[in-house]
């Protein structure tokens, strides 16, 4: 199964397409606002309001042969660690041995932006053809090595 947490998701189309070539349930988990797919694979499921309501309904269910596609990096945390692979939209793939390290990162840079209230330093780099490429040759390689297991 491929689990996608699908608020301001830029690579849903290419899940779709991965999802279709390998017969492979994609649930679609967000709180509204996408648009249904017509594939028949394609759960949409839509979440209460609130904060993080979609990631903790895709970490109560995710387990070991499933992929979530997030760039949430707690979420990705708990998938890896209930035996699931993690992958951001850029294709970059989260790992047991890296998540420790993003987490960390992640909170640095939570405190490097509350102490700058003016937020000078620009923002995460413009999602482009590269980063979708490298997404669809990523997901591709998970979820063969998914399917293999």
Same mark, same amino acid.
């Given at each position: /199964? *491929?689990?996608?947490?699908? %608020? ?9 397409? &991965? +999802?279709? #070539?390998?017969?492979?349930?994609? @649930?679609?988990?967000?709180? =509204?606002? *996408? ?11 839509? &979440?209460?309001?609130?904060?993080? @309501?979609? %990631? ?5 269910? *995710?387990?070991?042969?499933? &992929?979530?596609?997030? =760039?949430?990096?707690?979420? +990705? ?5 209930? =035996?699931?692979? @993690? ?17 960390? /990162?992640?909170?640095? /840079?939570? %405190? ?6 003016? @937020? ?10 590269? %980063? #979708? ?7 591709? #390689? /998970? ?7």
């Amino acid at each position: /199964m *491929i689990y996608v947490d699908a %608020d301001a998701c830029p690579v849903k189309a290419e899940v779709v397409r &991965v +999802a279709g #070539r390998y017969g492979v349930a994609v @649930a679609m988990v967000s709180n =509204g606002g *996408i648009r249904p797919s017509r594939e028949p694979f394609v759960e949409t499921v839509v &979440v209460p309001e609130g904060a993080d @309501a979609a %990631d903790r309904w895709i970490a109560e269910r *995710i387990g070991p042969g499933d &992929v979530c596609v997030t =760039g949430d990096v707690p979420l +990705a945390a708990r998938c890896i660690e209930a =035996g699931a692979v @993690a992958v951001r939209h850029n294709g970059d793939a989260f790992t047991a041995q890296s998540i420790g390290t993003q987490l960390a /990162m992640r909170d640095l /840079m939570a %405190d490097i932006r509350a102490a700058n209230p003016l @937020a000078a330093g620009g923002g995460a780099k413009p999602f482009g053809p590269r %980063d #979708r490429s490298r997404f669809l040759q990523t997901l591709d #390689r /998970m979820v063969r090595a998914a399917a293999r297991d």
